[in-house]
């Protein structure tokens, strides 16, 4: 699938469901997805439909795949971990998954954010990534 297809796709999905969940910055979560993703050909995307890095948690009950990820704990040094991550059966269930995982208490200050980067700088500061250029 070509960038514009993966936008185009995504995009559609994103804005059917961010209204649903208070969510006002679609374009900052498509910018996710496509970090996230590399631009929906990671494995992690292209075969799980996880188009977000979503992590498994003790909440998760679905379908789940342990694969290696790097995180920066400490700025500037990239640590490789492995991890489980959630499992879906489609790019709208993985869509709608995020949304899903949003909805944590954590979350709860993303909803009325319309700004892109505040929505992004945001997010990181709650914890969803441990890059330090996230945003």
């Known amino acids: 699938m070509s960038r514009e297809e993966f936008v185009s796709q995504i995009a559609a999905l994103v804005q059917k469901y961010a209204p649903e969940y208070g969510i006002r910055c679609c374009s900052g979560v498509i910018a996710q997805a496509i970090l996230e993703s590399g631009w929906g050909e990671s494995k992690l995307a292209s075969t799980y439909h996880n188009y977000f890095g979503l992590k498994c948690g003790t909440r998760w009950k679905g379908a789940s795949v342990n694969m290696t990820t790097q995180e920066e704990f400490e700025a500037g040094t990239l640590t490789t971990i492995t991890d489980n991550f959630r499992v879906f059966g489609s790019m709208e269930e993985g869509v709608k998954g995020y949304f899903e995982f949003i909805q944590l208490d954590r979350y709860s200050n993303l909803r009325g ?23």
């Not at 990181?124 to 990534?129: E, V």
């Open 113 to 135: 954010i319309s700004d892109p980067r505040t929505y992004l700088q945001t997010i990181r500061d709650d914890g969803y990534a441990t890059s330090s250029s996230y945003a």
